[in-house]
């Protein structure tokens, strides 16, 4: 019996190795990570979801997407046949979207944001010591955050607050925890709840994903 091939996509900017607690039953299923890649000038998001799926490299697959790399594994099931599309922590439509970002969309603030800050955290964590809970903060974000550079930063932003699809594709798996604050629960429809989970659960929250993935996958 063939494996099941799943694809994971991590959060914005974020590392593959978010997923290094993820553990799905070897002999069902054989897992692969895409990293982030650079976007080339004004790229749109179905352009560039057409560059990520070029390094899918079989037919029928499970995408599963954390954060923004929900929002483009979404993006990329258009392009890709698959059998299984999941989200984490992540959005189905615009309309799932916080109040503030579709502020942030509507008066443009989002453009005068200072992204290049998000490239520092090496500089930064050089002057926050200690166990408290900023350095815990530093210390993850020096961890998992993969793609510094302003114009991968800049564009993902962007393409996170403009994303055009308003209505939810209704074979979409989302996996969502109440205690989420970047993508608060309040405004998420049809999902499952993961309790006490928030926007890193794909981290911290890796043993209720490893135990019950495997079952969401193969319903």
Not at 13 to 24: T, W
Not at 74 to 100: D, R
Not at 135 to 149: C, S
Not at 155 to 163: K, S
């Amino acid at each position: 019996m063939a494996k099941i091939q799943v694809y994971f996509v991590p959060g914005l900017a974020a590392s593959i190795e978010i997923f290094e607690n993820i553990k799905l039953p070897e002999a069902i299923f054989e897992t692969h990570f895409l990293e982030w890649i650079l976007p080339v000038h004004n790229e749109t998001i179905e352009s560039y979801a057409r560059r990520m799926c070029e390094k899918i490299t079989h037919e029928n697959v499970v995408l599963i997407g954390v954060s923004f790399g929900g929002i483009m594994v979404q993006e990329m099931s258009k392009i890709v046949k698959t059998q299984k599309v999941i989200i984490i922590s992540s959005v189905k439509s615009n309309q799932e979207l916080p109040l503030h970002m579709k502020l942030a969309k509507a008066t443009k603030f989002y453009k005068v944001l200072p992204t290049s800050l998000l490239g520092k955290v090496n500089y930064l964590s050089r002057y926050v010591k200690g166990r408290g809970l900023i350095a815990k903060r530093v210390q993850l974000y020096n961890k998992y955050l993969y793609m510094k550079q302003t114009k991968y930063l800049d564009w993902a932003i962007e393409n996170v607050l403009l994303w055009q699809r308003s209505i939810p594709d209704e074979k979409v798996i989302h996996i969502h925890g109440d205690e989420d604050m970047i993508f608060p629960i309040k405004n998420i429809k049809n999902c499952i709840i993961v309790k006490g989970g928030t926007h890193i659960m794909i981290v911290n929250k890796y043993k209720w994903l490893n135990e019950n993935l495997p079952k969401i996958i193969l319903e």
